[in-house]
């Protein structure tokens, strides 16, 4: 076997880029080597983000956002309305709630779901947490938005549990077809969940 | 508008991931996210590798690797054989000459193809090194690796016309049926190509 044409230096930032997810083995490569054609503008730049972003962003201890200020912008936002908390699986999800548009209130980060086949219990995510919040903030309701899967709705029949003694309001994201949605490309599933809460046209 | 829940630190790590290719903006985020839950173990030592290889990688002044040593590991390796070298576009491809392990010389990396279109003519590559290397080296052969395309077609012409007078033997890749190619998928050219230049079974 010949000597890999590849030096260390190069090898081992190739290693690690192939552990992002969306790269592998052969995009790594190709990543390594656009990064090597634009040193000043993106390759030490990105070195440096990546480093700053180590040092800086943390979990927000109230939500559990990511931000480098702490509470996160999210919890400082005077504009935002505190009486609604949004209950998420994770920092994703939280964006993909503001890339809708849909809440204007706070958020609860979970942290995972419940996952009995994965071990996954209660203490392994942040109830605790938002039920404090739900009994002492000034919240009225808890909007939960996690996914549409057995986990999901395990986790938040059990948060709905939990939360009981709250008093306030527990919603759930319905289900149902998705907008653009064609019905022949949908699964039975969801068609029968569209079916079951259909509501006046 | 409400303010982004993604601050400004990790918002710049994003944007600069978004830059790698096999990267989007989505993907780029969920990157980011992989990153921050895997600090110590993948996005600092990522952070370090990267200006690391900014640092230490250049391009080998005798053949045009990336390498952190100059000449580079294949231009030093004593294994290997000095007397034919193989002509390829860019790193990648010397890459992926090596992946094939079909080749045990040196290398010559072009950097780029000439190409009219895009205003990339003979001054714009190191064909000046490569003719030096093919007169004053102990080169036998000189191997076109370069793309079966018009632009890697012009290019091994030119290429040829200018070694014609070093004496050596300038070959090129053949051109066929890829291995594991069904004929039915081919294009035609492939597939006229591969007829003009058959052999005996």
Redesign the interface.
């Known amino acids: 076997m010949?000597?890999?044409?590849?030096?260390?230096?190069?090898q081992?930032?190739i290693d690690?880029?192939a552990?992002?997810?969306?790269?592998g083995p052969r995009?790594a490569?190709?990543?390594?080597?656009?990064?090597?054609s634009k040193?000043e503008g993106?390759?030490?730049?990105?070195?440096?983000?990546?480093?700053?972003?180590?040092e800086?962003?943390e979990a927000c201890t109230v939500c559990g956002?990511?931000?480098?200020?702490n509470p996160?912008?999210?919890c400082t936002?005077e504009?935002?309305d505190t009486s609604v908390l949004c209950v998420v699986q994770?920092?994703?999800d939280?964006?993909a709630m503001?890339r809708a548009?849909a809440h204007?209130g706070r958020y609860h980060v979970l942290g995972g779901l419940l996952s009995p086949l994965d071990g996954i219990g209660p203490d392994d995510l942040k109830v605790g947490g938002l039920v404090e919040r739900a009994h002492s903030d000034d919240v009225r309701e808890v909007i939960l938005a996690l996914a549409a899967t057995v986990d999901g709705q395990t986790t938040s029949h059990y948060i709905a549990e939990q939360l009981d003694a709250s008093g306030v309001d527990v919603t759930q994201l319905s289900q149902g077809v998705p907008v653009g949605g064609e019905l022949d490309f949908l699964d039975e599933g969801t068609i029968a969940a569209a079916m079951r809460t259909r509501r006046p046209a």
């Open positions: 010949p000597q890999s044409p590849i030096g260390p230096e190069l081992r930032m690690l880029l552990k992002l997810p969306g790269l995009s490569k190709r990543a390594a080597l656009h990064l090597l040193r993106l390759m030490r730049p990105l070195a440096f983000a990546i480093a700053e972003a180590a800086k962003v956002n990511l931000d480098s200020i996160c912008a999210v936002d504009t935002r994770d920092v994703g939280l964006w503001e548009g204007r």
